[in-house]
């Protein structure tokens, strides 16, 4: 099983994201991905055996997420994989806090991760133009979250496709 963990945008957030992809891709080309796969990777845990993602489902059941927002305020462009996305100018410190919290936590579970620098980002298109940076017109915008996903990726001849396995509890916003 291709699993991660990551947060998901509500509605109103993955609608906003789905049409800054669309004006992306009139100007840009590239494949668009679907809003549908819109999400925020927090830990790319990759191919996991069925025991390890129960295991896991366990534990996040387990977490608390305190409740909080990102601003969304920035395209960008990953020129090796070609890929287009939507972040922020500065993420916030709880967020990326909060990331390095469950990383630490699967590592010492047993858990390899990528060792990467964490980016907060959304992809929005595949296949792009090099240097394909362009300004973010649009304006900024909040995702509020109070839930972490664990996810599967699932391949198909139509791309992959995302499946929520489970949460954390979800915590009221204030």
Not at 16 to 25: E, F, I, V
Request: aromatic letters at 8%.
């Amino acid at each position: 099983m291709r699993l991660f963990l990551a947060l998901v945008p509500p509605t109103e957030v993955r609608c906003r994201l789905g049409g800054l992809a669309d004006r992306l891709h009139r100007e840009l080309g590239g494949r668009r991905i679907p809003d549908a796969n819109f999400h925020l990777t927090l830990a790319f845990l990759g191919e996991q055996p069925p025991e390890t993602a129960s295991h896991l489902l366990t534990w996040l059941g387990t977490k608390r997420l305190s409740p909080d927002a990102w601003s969304l305020d920035r395209v960008g462009h990953f020129s090796g994989p070609r890929i287009v996305w939507a972040g922020s100018r500065r993420p916030p410190d709880t967020l990326m806090s909060m990331q390095a919290r469950l990383s630490e936590e699967l590592r010492a579970q047993g858990i390899e991760l990528r060792p990467r620098h964490f980016l907060p980002h959304v992809s929005l298109l595949r296949n792009t133009m090099p240097n394909a940076a362009q300004p973010f017109t649009e304006q900024a915008f909040r995702w509020p979250y109070t839930q972490i996903h664990l996810i599967q990726s699932v391949a198909s001849s139509q791309g992959s496709r995302y499946h929520s396995l489970g949460s954390t509890q979800d915590v009221a916003l204030p």
